[in-house]
């Protein structure tokens, strides 16, 4: 009869061998899937010959218009 010590290294081998086969599968997994890298910005591969940052230019300009009006319709409305 064998001595019930000698099935730890089993477990280990066991243990072993399912953590490889995790780090298998998550390789290929990520060979399939790969992350949107967070510090790239979405136009940065592009091919648009678009200058996206005159939109954004435009669209500060338009915001500090907008809120000139108001500025403007609110002291127009208390003098009233």
Known sequence: ME??????????????????????????????????????????NSSSPVDLSVAKKEKAEADEAAEEAEADEAETAEEA
Do not use: H, T
């Open 3 to 44: 001595n019930k010590s000698s099935n730890g290294w089993k477990f280990f081998a066991l243990l072993f061998g399912a953590l490889l086969a995790g780090l298998a599968a998550l390789y290929l997994y990520k060979q399939q899937n790969p992350e949107y890298d967070p510090w790239e910005e979405p136009w940065e």
